[in-house]
Every structure is written in structure tokens, then in C-alpha cells.
């Protein structure tokens, strides 16, 4: 399944683009809201290690598995279940007035593998279920789109928007010591 989303400023809205299927919508401000804030704690209830010694707090295990799957570490990366981010390099074009329909309701479920979220579209609903990894991906996605959108959402949980530069930053080798990896003993 693939996702994409583009802001446009003149509609204050966010095209979704649902592939396969070809399907296409409007997410509002304030639905945008309830999949980050609602759907976004529903989902971190579900994550798995409760009653696991050892395993951390829902909060703890919710960000951990937050960071892996930011760092595509999908243990369920299965067919039709999500994968890695992927991103275009150029935005479609404003759709025509009234082209789009707009999203008018959600539901969404969560277990220890998958979450899934419906999105209701005029008479239809339009069902997109993955992994647990790739709807992490989904949720930090719709953030950022939200975020760059200037919508200042409000109750988005912190693990969602938590830095992920302070993990990448802390793998690198600090700048004052020498690359001995092809060190051969002859001074420069």
C-alpha cells in the first residue's frame, strides 16, 4: 500500500492519494487532529510487551517501537501490510473544485501486528490496513504534513514527535578523532 500527501493552501486541506485502487480524498484540519490525537492513542494501547518483565512502560515501548519503525525496522513487513517511506519528487496538481470528496468520518482498530484505519468517503469507505511499522510511518507522515501546514495540532502524543536526529546524531563519530579505518601506517 502506498501513500501519498500534499498540502494545498488554497483548499487548507491535505490530498491523500491511497494506492492501489487509485483512491483520493480531502483530510480536514480537524480530522487530521483525530487520527493524530485519538487514533494515535488507541494505537499506542495496542503496543505489545504489557505484562513482559523487563519490557518498559506503554509509553517506553510505544517510542521505542516508534524510533524502529522510523528506522524501518518493520519485523512485520508482510504483503499488503505497508512498507519503508518513499517520497515523490514533485506534487500532482490542484484537483478541480469539487473532484475530491472530503472525508466526513474514521474508524480504525489496533492489535499487537497491524492497525487499520477506515476512511468514510460520501457512501464509501476506504480501508487501509498495515503493519504496525507502517502506520507508525503513516501517523509521523500526517505530523509532519500537519506541522509544514501550520495547523498547530494539539494532544499529539510525544512520542510521535519526538526527535529522531538525537538517535542518528549519537551513531556518529565525534569530529576530533581519526578515521582509522584506512589507517596503513603512513603518515600524510
Same mark, same amino acid.
Given at each position: ?46 503496543? @505489545?510487551?504489557?505484562?513482559? @518483565? ?24 508482510? @504483503? ?9 519528487? $514533485?506534487?500532482? !496538481? ?13 474508524? !480504525? ?5 497491524? !492497525? ?8 464509501? $469507505? ?22 509544514? !501546514? ?6 499529539? @502524543? ?31
Amino acid at each position: 500500500m502506498s501513500l501519498s500527501f500534499t498540502y494545498f493552501e488554497a483548499e487548507d486541506r491535505l490530498l491523500v492519494l491511497i494506492q492501489p485502487g487509485g483512491h483520493q480524498l480531502w483530510l480536514t484540519r480537524y480530522l487530521t487532529q483525530s487520527i493524530l490525537r485519538d487514533i494515535a492513542a488507541l494505537f499506542a494501547r495496542a503496543v @505489545p510487551g504489557e505484562g513482559v @518483565p523487563g519490557a518498559g512502560s506503554s509509553e517506553q515501548r510505544i517510542a521505542l517501537e516508534h524510533r524502529m519503525a522510523m528506522n524501518e525496522e518493520d519485523l512485520a513487513d508482510q @504483503p499488503g501490510m505497508g512498507g519503508g517511506m518513499k517520497f515523490a519528487h $514533485n506534487s500532482p !496538481a490542484l484537483p478541480a473544485s469539487g473532484s475530491i470528496p472530503v472525508c466526513t468520518g474514521l474508524d !480504525a482498530q489496533a492489535g499487537s501486528d497491524y !492497525a487499520s484505519i477506515s476512511f468514510t468517503v460520501g457512501p464509501q $469507505n476506504i480501508n487501509m490496513r498495515q503493519s504496525r511499522a507502517g502506520f507508525h510511518r503513516f501517523l509521523r507522515t500526517l505530523a509532519l504534513c500537519a506541522d509544514k !501546514a501550520g495547523w498547530q495540532i494539539q494532544g499529539v @502524543p510525544g512520542w510521535l514527535t519526538q526527535s529522531l536526529l538525537t538517535d542518528l546524531l549519537g551513531t556518529l563519530p565525534p569530529l576530533d578523532e581519526p578515521d582509522t579505518r584506512h589507517d596503513d601506517g603512513l603518515a600524510p
